[in-house]
T-cell receptor
Framework: ELKVEQNPLFLSMQEGKNYTIYCNYSTTSDRLYWYRQDPGKSLESLFVLLSNGAVKQEGRLMASLDTKARLSTLHITAAVHDLSATYFCAVDMVNNDMRFGAGTRLTVKP | DTEVTQTPKHLVMGMTNKKSLKCEQHMGHRAMYWYKQKAKKPPELMFVYSYEKLSINESVPSRFSPECPNSSLLNLHLHALQPEDSALYLC????????????FGPGTRLTVT
């Protein structure tokens, strides 16, 4: 059975600092997604990573995928308060079967 | 239009009630999904429809009954629910093929009393 593990599960950062969230998965897949969820809200798609070595950046967030290591990272640069949210990685199995990690609850403090 | 809409936003129902959740998208997506999300947990996949046919049923109890009347609409019929079924129910849609980026609706917050 596919397992998707994120760490850390909770992350408290100071504004201006850098940090990385990790997403490990247990089966072969070359499609990985990152989502953001604000409290009480739905999920917002951040990144779609479709191949080994894929790297995508948007603002202060950068995501990468290493399919051989079955690892994706979400790097936060110079965090700001607006980035406070829960971040989920999700791995695409076959036939549209999507499995989510447990989520990383990020709090950015001034 | 990259929007997935869901109605109602909130629903309170008794354990003997029958109700339905509705989801609609007009992005031409041919895959639609139902997820259940409990507080502080990740979304759990319930059902997937691909080209209006049920392709994945993640061992969901029969008190949840999905329906896909056409390529734009997805329903979830609810009957004889239990209090533990209270959760946020999310609908999503995506293209089929090699890119499955999902677009999520705002969700229906369901409370079973």
């Amino acid at each position: 059975e596919l397992k998707v593990e994120q760490n850390p599960l909770f992350l408290s950062m100071q504004e201006g600092k850098n940090y990385t969230i990790y997403c490990n998965y247990s089966t072969t897949s070359d499609r990985l997604y990152w989502y953001r969820q604000d409290p009480g809200k739905s999920l917002e798609s951040l990144f779609v990573l479709l191949s080994n070595g894929a790297v995508k950046q948007e603002g202060r967030l950068m995501a990468s995928l290493d399919t051989k290591a079955r690892l994706s990272t979400l790097h936060i640069t110079a965090a700001v308060h607006d980035l406070s949210a829960t971040y989920f990685c999700a791995v695409d199995m076959v036939n549209n079967d999507m499995r989510f990690g447990a989520g990383t609850r990020l709090t950015v403090k001034p | 239009d990259t929007e997935v809409t869901q109605t109602p936003k909130h629903l309170v129902m008794g354990m003997t009630n029958k109700k339905s959740l509705k989801c609609e998208q007009h992005m031409g997506h041919r895959a639609m999904y139902w997820y259940k999300q409990k507080a502080k947990k990740p979304p759990e996949l319930m059902f997937v429809y691909s080209y209006e046919k049920l392709s994945i049923n993640e061992s969901v109890p029969s008190r949840f009954s999905p329906e896909c009347p056409n390529s734009s609409l997805l329903n979830l019929h609810l009957h004889a629910l239990q209090p533990e079924d209270s959760a946020l129910y999310l609908c999503a849609s995506s293209q089929t093929g090699t890119v499955y980026e999902q677009y999520f609706g705002p969700g229906t917050r369901l409370t079973v009393t």
